[in-house]
């Protein structure tokens, strides 16, 4: 197709999503905001603690009335009291004084310091005997030591991890304004196509990979995938079922169907749809070239290549970043979050003007260095995936990389 003229780099293809807004906001309880991205900045209204209190069991007193004790001359004070858990306290600490206090429990005003049990002992019913110095702030969390009243927490677009909800817990905050999660329709097609529960498997056919691995890519990235069907290599079929998922989802992936040959329908598919625009027909990577990118009303609109490969490739490379930006990442997030260095096994060729990349087994080496070797295969081979441990990028103006060379691998 003339279309296909309109090949775009990956980068070219990356900034396209940049423009991408995120979807509308809703209110969710802490209970179900793990792994969600905030829609506004979450600003402290209160101390946290809000009282200055024990980590430590011991006893509260002033730090000054400790200092030289020692085990051959310890510190003596008075016992006047002790503070019940989860209780205020109207006891206070004078000179020579000292008030039993658990941890967690409120700290006695007059004191700056807390002597850990293990440094202390009991004369008598009212004199304890200390055997340690204690400084001021010794085990004494102090009233906002933790979080100030005002303090900026989190940032509008931040993802929300477990320990940040424990944080939320700790200001009383019981919901959250968070980005909507995407839902994502996934349509597989192509007539050799049949269920994985089909056994024998008939000569000519294959089972339904990319359902299944894309499905999995796509949770992993926080969307929920809806409709997932395999439609046959009908142009009314298909686009039938893309107007279906238009009213209910955000995203469209449709896979196979997206080269040039004769019976491929994707970009035919796309122009089928109301509000269609085609904004990519072809990146200048490998594995990859023919995939489609548009929009369909307010819907996104993928083409992935039918190969899993590619296909596994390509929604890793290009529609996991499209999901953070519709689920509210205000700064570019790379894919590639996660890599190491590594020195490369064998030479890698490549060809100017096409990204490629390469999937990667990762050892050791006799010197103890981290090795890649490259995985060489077809893009139809779905297990050069399984035996990856992740992918080297040769980007689009070099051509090729040496044995030796040093390389970052993008980890899966």
Known sequence: MSQFLKVKTADEVLSILDGIDPLPQETVTLELACGRR????????????????????????RARDTFGASESLPALLERTGEVVMGEATSLTV???????????????????????????????????????PAAPGENVLKAGDDIAPGEVLFRKGAMLRPQDIGVLAALGIAEVEVFR???????????????????PLPVGKVRDINS???????????????????????????????????????????SGGSSVGVRDYTAQVLAGLPKSELLV??????????????????????????QPVSALITCREFVLPSLRKLH?????????????GAILSH?????????????????????????????FGKSGAISILARADGYVVIPEHVEGLDQGAGVSVFLF
């Open 38 to 61: 905030l829609a506004s900045d979450i600003v402290a209204a209160e101390s946290v603690p809000h009282f200055s209190r024990a980590t430590m069991d011991g006893y509260a007193v």
């Open 94 to 132: 004078g000179p020579g004084k000292a008030v039993e206090v658990p941890t967690g429990g409120m700290i006695p005003d007059g004191a700056d310091a807390v002597v850990m049990v293990e440094y202390s002992s009991k004369l008598d019913n009212t004199m304890i005997e200390i055997t340690r």
């Open 181 to 199: 999660v995407a839902r994502v329709a996934l349509i597989s097609t192509g007539d050799e196509i049949v269920p994985v529960e089909i056994h």
């Open 212 to 254: 299944f691995s894309l499905a999995a890519l796509i949770e992993s990235a926080g969307a929920r995938v809806g409709m997932k069907r395999k439609v046959s290599d009908r142009l009314e079929d298909l686009v039938s079922a893309c107007r279906e998922a238009m009213m209910n989802h955000d995203v469209i992936v449709l």
């Open 281 to 306: 027909h072809g990146v200048a990577i490998r594995p990859g070239k023919p995939t489609i990118l548009g929009r369909a009303g307010g819907a996104l609109f993928w083409g992935l290549p039918g």
């Open 328 to 340: 509210g990442v205000i700064e570019t997030e790379l894919v590639h979050s996660r890599s190491i």
């Open 347 to 375: 030479q890698l060729p490549s060809v100017h003007g096409r990204t490629d990349y390469v999937p990667v087994h990762l050892s050791r080496s006799g010197q103890g260095r981290t090795e890649a070797s490259p995985i």
